[in-house]
């Protein structure tokens, strides 16, 4: 059993990042969906740790998009994991934009504009950062995509169109991208959904899903990694699923496969 | 092979008065492979171009890096450095790929300016046009792929689709532009929809590194031809290899249970020495069991036999007697059998004999 505040959990073993302060992973999108029943932003908290407890990368970035919570609402759950963003906000190397109070426009041409605003903003900072010595690499974090939608009038065009601009950004600029958003939205959709283009589209999905048997004190549900792998110039390596249970505590959470648990 | 042929067929091109060669690469998200085969076909066709065997030259159009022209506005207005669209391959870019009668123009100038010293043709690929379909209706996709396939310059075009980001109608309509389909399907039946568990993340697993590759080609005269094989992933692309129908379906239809539902080839044989009950008479003779098939002068010897036999049963009246006529062999289940095999073998005799003797007149 592995707590996310070991260096290498199961989670970070799936995610297969080659760096050992929680970097790696440029170039990439990772999706993460999660349900009702078995929410997924314990990941998302714990990818901001790791992306911004790495001395070794002082101009490494993470720019994060909210959609769901105000910053305190950010700010109060990574204290408690040991992370103070208003520091790393302060630094520059939290990039905070606060989607929420946006003066969204009506229509879709006001929303492409609007999205190709927030998106320039992007780019530009990650340009800043790349250009910085000792730059390896930057984060986009979208919290989350469903709300993203609802934002942009309903639709799901433009949200996929954003989400290609900042993947080709981040295979540009050595960036990770990562997004959550809610499988079950989408499960009485009758035409294919968004979420199956963000599948295609996605180089790690991570599932956040309740048991098959149903709710447990000591489980609280279960990981499916499916990691895509990567090709390079010596060729691609194999694409690999795991699958194993957490827990989320107060300050953490274990991961743990089935039956191991003591 | 499957593979080998489509690639002979677009290397050969498009045959006069006829249109271009197009294939449809066709995947899901249960069998995400179709990126790997649309590689392979590319530097297939890139090989051949390389070692002149075929007509085309081969160019790509980028519509990855600015597809609807975003970075250029952001550029221009100096928001952001032009570094994105700089970094942008040499061919061709595209910034708005909604317009797709621009997007077809682009295509034939650049054809025609890469083919201009060599009066050749080219070749189009396209990667792919489910992303084309998020910006355009399938009418406007599918008259697009109908322009270039009747174009004089193309010498032959593929594209790559996911048929389950799609309605219907969409993949038909594709299908019915194309003159090759290839499909790639799950090599394994998951549970889908059941829930993920420890015991389906195999199967998952092995979906994503091995395939169902089939593909049908329509041919001039309207036949259809159907060709299917396996494929593998590997770490320097894909392999594709014969299908093993049989244990693929047999993987896929045995349910998983802790006992063993198949018989063993010994385990036939000795079942099918089994003496069934009541075919054993009991009585010191050597067993009697009527077989429907046998010739008629065995079955009349049989017939002399039996009536011994009934003869022999009047006499003993006295003492209780079974006798069970077998009506037909042992069939195994969901048997491909034909009963008129014999009939067609017969005929296929007959064809040879008049053939010796044709020879033998000769």
């Given at each position: 059993?592995?707590?996310?505040?070991s260096?290498?959990?199961?989670?970070?073993e799936a995610?297969?990042?080659?760096?050992?302060?929680?970097?790696?992973?440029?170039?990439?999108?990772?999706?993460?969906?999660?349900?009702?029943?078995?929410?997924?932003?314990?990941?998302?908290h714990?990818?901001?740790?790791?992306?911004?407890?790495?001395?070794n990368?002082?101009?490494?970035?993470?720019?994060?998009?909210?959609?769901?919570?105000?910053?305190?609402?950010y700010?109060?759950?990574l204290?408690?994991?040991?992370?103070?963003?208003g520091?790393?906000?302060e630094?520059?190397?939290f990039v905070?934009?606060?989607?929420l109070?946006?003066?969204?426009?009506?229509?879709?041409k006001?929303?492409?504009?609007?999205?190709?605003?927030?998106?320039?903003?992007i780019?530009?900072?990650?340009?800043?950062?790349?250009?910085?010595?000792?730059?390896?690499?930057?984060?986009?974090?979208?919290?989350?995509?469903?709300?993203?939608?609802?934002?942009?009038c309903?639709?799901?065009?433009?949200?996929?169109?954003?989400?290609?601009?900042?993947?080709?950004?981040?295979t540009?600029?050595?960036?990770?991208?990562?997004?959550?958003?809610?499988?079950?939205?989408?499960?009485t959709v009758?035409?294919p959904?968004?979420?199956?283009?963000?599948?295609?589209?996605?180089?790690?999905?991570?599932?956040?899903?309740?048991?098959?048997?149903?709710l447990?004190?000591d489980?609280h549900?279960?990981?499916?990694?499916l990691?895509?792998g990567i090709?390079?110039g010596?060729?691609?390596?194999?694409?690999?699923?795991?699958?194993?249970?957490?827990?989320?505590?107060?300050?953490?959470?274990?991961?743990?496969?089935p039956?191991?648990?003591t | 092979?499957?593979?080998?042929a489509i690639?002979?067929?677009?290397?050969?091109g498009?045959?006069?008065?006829?249109?271009?060669?197009?294939?449809?690469?066709?995947?899901?998200?249960?069998?995400?492979?179709?990126?790997?085969?649309?590689?392979?076909?590319?530097?297939?066709?890139?090989s051949?171009?390389?070692?002149?065997?075929?007509?085309?030259?081969?160019?790509?159009?980028?519509?990855?890096?600015?597809?609807?022209?975003w970075?250029?506005?952001?550029?221009?207005?100096?928001?952001?450095?032009?570094?994105?669209?700089?970094?942008?391959?040499?061919?061709?870019?595209?910034?708005?790929?909604?317009?797709l009668?621009?997007?077809?123009?682009?295509?034939?100038?650049?054809?025609?300016?890469?083919?201009?010293?060599?009066?050749g043709?080219?070749?189009?690929?396209?990667?792919?046009?489910?992303e084309?379909?998020?910006?355009?209706?399938?009418?406007?996709?599918?008259?697009?792929?109908?322009?270039?396939?009747?174009?004089?310059?193309?010498a032959?075009?593929?594209?790559?689709f996911?048929?389950?980001?799609?309605?219907?109608?969409?993949?038909s309509?594709?299908?019915?532009?194309?003159?090759?389909?290839?499909c790639?399907?799950?090599?394994?039946?998951?549970?889908?929809?059941?829930?993920?568990?420890?015991?389906?993340?195999?199967?998952i697993?092995?979906?994503?590194?091995?395939?169902?590759?089939?593909?049908r080609?329509?041919?001039?005269?309207?036949?259809?031809?159907?060709?299917?094989?396996?494929?593998h992933?590997?770490?320097?692309?894909?392999?594709f290899?014969p299908?093993f129908?049989?244990?693929?379906?047999?993987?896929?239809?045995?349910?998983?249970?802790?006992?063993?539902?198949?018989l063993?080839?010994k385990?036939?044989?000795?079942?099918?020495?089994?003496?069934?009950p009541?075919e054993?008479?009991?009585?010191?003779?050597?067993?009697?069991?009527?077989?429907?098939r046998?010739?008629?002068?065995?079955?009349?010897?049989?017939?002399?036999?039996?009536?011994?036999?009934?003869?022999?049963?009047?006499e003993?009246?006295?003492?209780g007697?079974?006798?069970?006529?077998?009506?037909?062999?042992?069939e195994?289940?969901?048997?491909?059998?034909?009963?008129?095999?014999?009939?067609?073998?017969?005929s296929?005799?007959?064809?040879?004999?008049?053939?010796?003797l044709?020879?033998?007149?000769?």
């Amino acid at each position: 059993m592995m707590s996310s505040n070991s260096a290498n959990n199961l989670l970070d073993e799936a995610l297969g990042f080659n760096d050992e302060c929680g970097g790696g992973g440029g170039g990439l999108l990772l999706l993460i969906e999660d349900r009702v029943e078995t929410s997924g932003a314990f990941i998302l908290h714990h990818l901001i740790k790791r992306r911004l407890s790495s001395p070794n990368r002082p101009n490494d970035v993470v720019v994060f998009l909210s959609f769901a919570h105000p910053f305190s609402h950010y700010d109060r759950i990574l204290r408690k994991m040991g992370c103070n963003l208003g520091v790393q906000k302060e630094n520059k190397r939290f990039v905070y934009y606060d989607m929420l109070n946006l003066n969204y426009p009506d229509g879709e041409k006001g929303a492409e504009d609007l999205l190709l605003s927030v998106y320039g903003k992007i780019q530009k900072t990650v340009e800043l950062c790349s250009s910085r010595e000792g730059y390896k690499n930057s984060t986009i974090m979208i919290d989350d995509i469903s709300l993203m939608e609802v934002a942009l009038c309903g639709s799901s065009n433009l949200v996929l169109d954003f989400l290609h601009y900042c993947y080709s950004l981040a295979t540009q600029f050595d960036c990770l991208v990562i997004i959550l958003n809610h499988e079950d939205v989408y499960s009485t959709v009758d035409v294919p959904s968004p979420l199956l283009q963000m599948e295609y589209l996605a180089n790690i999905v991570i599932k956040a899903e309740p048991l098959a048997t149903g709710l447990a004190t000591d489980v609280h549900g279960q990981l499916t990694v499916l990691n895509k792998g990567i090709c390079q110039g010596s060729g691609c390596s194999k694409s690999k699923i795991r699958n194993f249970h957490f827990r989320v505590k107060e300050n953490c959470v274990e991961y743990f496969y089935p039956g191991s648990r003591t | 092979m499957a593979a080998e042929a489509i690639s002979r067929a677009l290397r050969d091109g498009a045959l006069e008065g006829e249109h271009a060669p197009a294939l449809t690469i066709k995947d899901s998200i249960h069998a995400p492979l179709g990126a790997f085969v649309f590689d392979h076909i590319l530097a297939q066709l890139s090989s051949n171009i390389s070692s002149s065997k075929s007509q085309a030259q081969l160019r790509i159009v980028d519509c990855y890096t600015d597809p609807l022209g975003w970075k250029i506005q952001l550029a221009e207005s100096g928001i952001v450095s032009n570094r994105s669209t700089q970094n942008a391959t040499t061919a061709s870019l595209c910034k708005n790929v909604r317009d797709l009668d621009m997007l077809f123009s682009s295509i034939v100038e650049l054809g025609k300016e890469v083919i201009r010293e060599t009066k050749g043709r080219f070749a189009v690929a396209i990667d792919s046009v489910s992303e084309i379909l998020r910006h355009a209706s399938i009418s406007s996709a599918a008259s697009l792929l109908s322009n270039l396939r009747s174009h004089d310059q193309v010498a032959c075009l593929f594209w790559l689709f996911h048929s389950d980001l799609h309605e219907m109608k969409a993949s038909s309509a594709l299908e019915y532009i194309s003159s090759m389909v290839a499909c790639v399907e799950p090599i394994s039946n998951t549970a889908n929809g059941k829930g993920m568990n420890s015991e389906n993340v195999p199967l998952i697993e092995q979906n994503l590194g091995r395939g169902k590759f089939s593909v049908r080609f329509k041919r001039r005269n309207g036949r259809i031809r159907l060709m299917s094989e396996e494929l593998h992933t590997e770490q320097m692309g894909i392999n594709f290899v014969p299908a093993f129908e049989g244990h693929v379906t047999s993987q896929s239809l045995v349910p998983k249970v802790q006992f063993n539902l198949q018989l063993s080839e010994k385990e036939r044989n000795d079942r099918a020495k089994v003496v069934l009950p009541f075919e054993h008479q009991g009585d010191g003779k050597p067993i009697q069991i009527y077989d429907g098939r046998r010739s008629v002068s065995e079955s009349k010897t049989e017939n002399k036999e039996t009536n011994a036999e009934k003869m022999h049963v009047n006499e003993d009246s006295g003492r209780g007697e079974i006798i069970y006529i077998r009506d037909s062999d042992d069939e195994m289940p969901d048997s491909d059998e034909d009963p008129d095999d014999d009939l067609i073998s017969d005929s296929t005799i007959f064809f040879l004999t008049v053939g010796i003797l044709e020879l033998l007149t000769n």
